[in-house]
């Protein structure tokens, strides 16, 4: 990479040309990037891509081939036992006992945690209550949802208040109500000076919880930015319009064109990227009204990764 | 002396004394133990499980087949019994590597990986909540061999000898059962593996039936192996008459089983990470 960005303090974490292969499989192909302290970082990719590999090795769970990885500046693979001690680390699954309790899971995550038997408790409860456990707290986390489940999980993460937090796509498989109690969470935990790496496949989480994103591919980076520049990149917002003919798609293609914006065209379908959100469909309908006949379907979602992945690797060229 | 105060835990965990690091590495074990233990006495059907089968082979043996089966010089019941007691400790091993591969599939054990935890906890923890469960299980066996006309010839001294050899055994198969449970993510197939080495061991033992009815290679080895070496020090302690050389001979079995299993295990476990 050509010159190196300046960075105003030390970093919280570093990764530098981190290399894993499992037998042939290569899930790290020399990664590096570093987390200013006190900073999210968004770790995007898809599945398969080598996040939860990196955040392995960086929570001391696994180690590298090659490269050199840094928490506060402790090597991970020299000082493992030193590096337990500030971090916390919530893995893809939750990693609970469901035949303890919540709050037993959470006093004993606490006691192997050395922080001593009576704080472990009075940290566990408020705990319980900071993640609205409090109710279940002395119920079998086996009678838990998932989402409940999750949320001690990143619980029993936090229990040695660790400055440094790793969250393994901490909000898959949750319901919505259960992410966004989970992101105001992560908010928190960022604005009371948390360093925290989280690894996400949703390019909206990363969008609203990261200060910059790392997107991976194939166990290297493929890009990185703050969320604003990717967004800028590959739009929020991805809507189809669908017609009656083929000729109509074209015309309105161009139409949609001359108006600034980048249709691409695939048979009577139009897609339609915006980074003004899903009020942008209301504009672009507008624009087409009387000039085209109304299109006969109209779909909007979110770019997905491979929204994100086919303009990484096409970037400029034209899918045909 | 711990460096652990009461005051908020600002930020990082204190820094453990290497004084301390002993101690810590046992609090921990004793932690992890206790956690086995609940979740033990909250799924009871595995410790039901684990009871039902050596009552079963006392009822087979002591009623089905026992009118058959002649030893010479003793009740069949007393023959029987210290069989069970080795059996029950053999086959009880076996939970531990149910345990730690189930553990290993939630993600507990990666979990545990990254907490400023004694890594030996992990282990001697589990180790230490099986060794917990065989006494369990045991005490409820000789209760079911009284029930069933078990008597100890050579008095309590004599039975309690040969249970606590026995349960030692079973904690040394623990640390081998550990090993293989660490490289096997799946609690089933982990059982699936185990169950064999033991039903091996404990059949071509004289565990229920003299090696002497054995064809002469089946003896050679029944008679050489650990399981086998179990059964005769715990007849000899209960049946009565010397006893110290078959003692010795089981105990350097399991001493010997006990530190090899221990490195193959704690190897495991180091290798998790690699």
Do not use: C
């Not at chain 1, 900073?39 to 599945?47: A, E, K, T």
């Not at chain 2, 064999?196 to 003299?210: E, G, I, K």
């Amino acid at each position: 990479m050509e010159g190196r960005e300046t960075v105003m303090s030390d970093p919280a974490i570093e990764a530098d040309g981190l290399s894993k292969s499992f037998g042939e499989v290569v899930a790290l192909d020399g990664l590096s990037f570093r987390v200013p302290a006190g900073s999210v970082l968004g770790l995007l990719g898809p599945n398969g891509s080598g996040k939860t590999t990196t955040v392995s090795i960086l929570s001391t769970a696994l180690r590298q081939d090659g490269g050199r990885a840094t928490v506060l500046g402790l090597d991970v693979a020299a000082d493992p036992a030193r590096v337990r001690r500030v971090i916390g680390f919530a893995g893809q699954f939750a990693a609970v006992d469901p035949n303890l309790t919540g709050r037993e899971n959470l006093t004993l995550i606490g006691r192997l945690s050395r922080v001593g038997r009576r704080q472990a408790r009075a940290r566990a409860d408020e705990l319980l209550d900071g993640f609205g456990l409090s109710a279940a707290a002395g119920r079998l986390v086996r009678t838990y949802s998932g989402g409940m489940r999750r949320r001690l999980d990143v619980a029993a993460a936090l229990l040695h208040r660790p400055p440094v937090l790793f969250l393994d796509e901490p909000t898959t498989g949750l319901d919505p109500e259960s992410r966004f109690a989970l992101w105001d969470s992560v908010r928190d935990l960022a604005r009371s000076g948390t360093t925290v790496l989280l690894t996400t496949q949703y390019l909206e989480e990363a969008d609203a919880l990261a200060d910059q994103v790392v997107i991976i591919a194939s166990g290297r980076v493929a890009d990185t930015g703050t969320p604003a520049e990717l967004k800028a990149r590959f739009g929020t917002v991805v809507f189809y319009l669908g017609f009656g003919t083929p000729a109509d798609a074209e015309t309105a293609s161009l139409v949609l064109a001359a108006e600034g914006y980048r249709p691409e065209r695939a048979g009577t379908g139009l897609k339609v990227r915006s980074d003004s959100g899903s009020g942008a469909v209301t504009a672009v309908l507008r624009a087409l009204a009387g000039r085209v006949p109304d299109p006969v379907s109209v779909s909007v979602r979110e770019p997905t990764l491979d929204d994100v992945f086919l303009t990484l690797t096409t970037q400029g060229g034209k899918a045909a | 002396m711990s460096t652990i105060t009461l005051a908020p835990a600002q930020s990082l965990v204190a820094r453990q004394p290497v004084t301390g690091r002993v101690a810590a590495a046992f609090s921990d074990t004793i932690d992890v133990a206790g956690r086995n233990l609940r979740t033990l006495l909250r799924t009871p059907q595995a410790l039901i499980f684990a009871t039902i089968q050596p009552i079963i082979f006392v009822l087979l043996f002591r009623y089905a087949f026992g009118g058959a089966i002649r030893v010479p010089g003793v009740d069949y019941v007393d023959y029987l019994m210290p069989g069970v007691f080795a059996q029950t400790v053999a086959f009880g091993a076996i939970g531990t590597a149910v345990g730690l591969s189930a553990d290993l599939r939630s993600g507990i054990l990666v979990r545990f990986r990254t907490l400023p935890m004694a890594r030996i906890a992990v282990l001697g923890g589990r180790t230490l909540a099986d060794l917990a469960r065989n006494l369990l299980v045991v005490a409820v066996m000789v209760g079911v061999g009284f029930a069933a006309g078990f008597r100890s010839a050579n008095g309590a001294a004599g039975l309690l000898a040969a249970l606590a050899l026995g349960v030692a055994f079973g904690y040394a198969v623990s640390w081998g059962f550990a090993a293989l449970g660490l490289r096997v993510s799946d609690p089933e197939a982990a059982q699936a593996a185990a169950v064999p080495v033991v039903f091996l061991l404990v059949f071509t033992s004289a565990a229920f039936v003299p090696s002497t009815a054995m064809p002469g290679w089946l003896q050679a080895f029944g008679t050489h192996q650990p399981v086998n070496a179990l059964v005769t020090a715990e007849r000899a302690l209960i049946l009565g008459g010397p006893a110290a050389h078959d003692v010795l001979i089981s105990l350097a079995w399991s001493g010997g089983m006990l530190v090899v299993f221990a490195l193959l295990a704690a190897r495991g476990y180091a290798r998790m990470g690699r």
